[in-house]
Structures are given as C-alpha cells and as structure tokens.
C-alpha cells in the first residue's frame, strides 16, 4: 500500500548561450586611429549596423535576421529574471501551510466532575486543537488526526485522481511516514480493468447474492488487479494518550474500559468528521457486523471491512490492554 503522489519538473530557466569570439587586443601606436591606416582598420572591422525600419512613426526595431549579441542579451536576462520569480512564487505558493488542510490535535483530560458532588465521579473530556500540515514536533504518544498526502483545502477527486487518506495516529507514526524514503508517489494502475463489483453469478433460486469484487479474466500471480488509497486508517485496538492513560490507573478496570471506550468512539468521530459527503455516504453503505436495531457504528464497520497493513506497527501508541498493535485501512 503505497501513499503516494509526486511530480517532475524541469525548465530551462537559463534560455540560449551566447558564445562570444573575442579577440585579445592589438598593440597600436599613439596617434594609429587618426592615420589613414586607423580609419581604414576601423572602417573594415567594425559590425555592420543593422537595418532599421521606421513606419508611421513607430519606434526604430532591429531586423530579426541580422541582431547583434548586446540586442539578444538584454532580453534574455529580463526573461530569466522574470522566470524566477514566477517559479519563486509558485513554490512560496504551493508550500504555505495555510493552504492546506490541518492537522488536528487529540488532547484528553479527564478529572472529577464539577456537576457531581461525589468526588469519585470523573468526567472525560476531549479537545480538539488545529495544527498546520507540516507539523512534526508532536508528542510521540498523542493522537491525531492527519491527511495524508497533505493536499489543498479546495482539492477534489478530480484534480486529485490518486486522492488521500484520513489517518488517526500518534505523533511519532506521522513522522515514520513523512521520513520515508521518496513518500509521496504516484500510484500504480493496471492497464485495463480485470475485475467487477457485483454479485456472484448462479442458477440456483434459494441462494442469496453474494456481493464482492471478481476476477474478470484469468489472473497470473502479481498481476495489478486494483490500485487506490484507502478512504481510512485507524489504529487496531483503542488508544489514549500517555497521561491520560497514567491518570486512568485510579479507577477500576470497569472505569477504564467505560472511559476509554467512550473516549476512543469520539476519536474516531473527529477523524470520521474529516471525510467527505461522498466518502461518509459511501462508509455508512458498509455491513456492519456489530449493528443492532439497524443502528451500525464507526467502530463496527471498521472492524467489518478493515483490513491490516502489515509491518506498519506504531511503538510510539500505548493501547488500552498494553499490545503493539498495527493500524487498520479501508
């Protein structure tokens, strides 16, 4: 699974060199260029002057076919200079953070409740805080919710075929994946489609349909059957943050569950949120293996279509029951 997506640029910034022939100067005598010599050497090796066109009182221009190296130079530099700043600027303009969409921070508190008068009573709270795009230094531990690659607040599926990914990970996964060697590229596709989504063909009546994706061909091994990035990637097992999770000893293991639990759906309804119409229409449309009364959750549909990246371990994350875990994509 390849996050991906990057660009080649060259330009010849610089336009055509001018090759001069110059030729190192003659000893001349006091007095040479006033001699019949000196006007004639001057006369002979002089460059010709070149033809000017004057019409209704247009300004005089030289002859395309006959320009000397000073008249090629002067534009030539003006060019470079206008080319470099328009490059200056494009690049000012693409890698301004404000342009893109932020990161948000995952900050948990949890203390006892001001509403109860019992002080065994605790109240979890979660706050949400943004941060640009390109943020590094986070705390190796706390959550966040990051998109991946990083692209313009304005950017659709149409001026990005390869789309991105909402991720929900822990500072320290950011960084593994922003330090990754040649991250972001572009993906991969196949030459024609091999497959379709559907239902399984069968004669028999009593059988239900069975939705999936199927082959449309034979398939050798390694073929490119289906290329894109996944629509969402969450953590495996339950997260809170490290001080959270050291101020969650003083309750009991039922508390803790109660909390983290409550804590960790919130999470995933902040990183959720982050998708678009189109995605979260297309997300609710999954089974869920944990519906009840027709109610399905994040967390359920999650667990029902995720599927593991392997080797994407995060041990900058602590999990509820204190596993490495992996994270899950869909």
Known sequence: MYFSEAFNCEADLFGPTLNLNIQPPSIMKR??????KGKQAISTQAPQVPDVQEKNGDQPSLNPTESSPASVS?????NKNDINEKETKSIQSEKNPDDYKKDQRIVHHLGPSPDSPEKDIWTANQLIEDAPSDTLDYELHE????????HLTNATRETNPDGWTECLLTGLMKQTILETPLFPQPLSQPNHSRHRVGDASHKSTTLKPLPGLYATQELDMGDLI????????????????????QTLSELTQRERLDVARNQWQKALETVFARLSKEDQKEFWSLRDIQEKDGKKSIDGIVKTNGFAILGLADPGTLTILRKTASHVCM
Not at 74 to 78: D, L, Q, Y
Not at 143 to 150: D, E, G, K, R, V
Request: glycine share 6%.
């Open 226 to 245: 289906l290329s894109e990035r996944p629509v969402l990637i969450v953590p495996v097992m339950m997260r809170v943050g490290e001080i959270f999770y």
């Open 74 to 78: 002067a534009p030539v530099a003006s």
């Open 143 to 150: 959550l966040i919710c990051s998109t991946q690659p990083a």
């Open 31 to 36: 007095g040479f260029l006033n001699s019949v």
